[in-house]
């Protein structure tokens, strides 16, 4: 059974940084894609990041500049590295494979940007 575990949320003033990390277990082969996902209250869930087996990545245009994505093949994580945090990046944050065809999902962890 797939399973991914996020950490890392947490409560942060403007301009400052999180990083979030996700772990991925019963995944016997490569994975394909890994990426974060958000979702604010009221608001749709939307992509944040999300990376390649290869290592290539886009992002949405709200956090280019400002947030990194990068995984290790090897130890199956995904890490989110967020800077220059405004009020508007809270939300909760969720981490995501595709993997055999199937869409899995973290519980999620929330970021709160405030000062």
């Known amino acids: 059974q797939v399973q991914l575990v996020e950490s890392g949320g947490g409560l942060v003033q403007p301009g400052g940084s999180l990083r979030l990390s996700c772990a991925a277990s019963?995944?016997?082969?490569?994975?394909?894609?890994m990426g974060w996902y958000r979702q604010a209250p009221g608001k749709q869930r939307e992509l944040v990041a999300r990376?390649?087996?290869?290592?290539?990545?886009d992002y949405a245009d709200s956090v280019k500049g400002r947030f990194t994505i990068f995984r290790d093949n090897a130890k199956k994580t995904v890490n989110l590295q967020m800077n220059s945090l405004k009020p508007l990046d809270t939300a909760v944050y969720y981490c995501?494979?595709?993997?055999?065809?199937?869409?899995?999902w973290g519980q999620g962890t929330q970021v709160t940007v405030s000062s």
């Open positions: 019963g995944i016997t082969s490569s994975i394909y894609v």
């Open positions: 995501s494979t595709t993997y055999l065809g199937t869409i899995y």
């Open positions: 990376i390649w087996g290869g290592g290539s990545a």
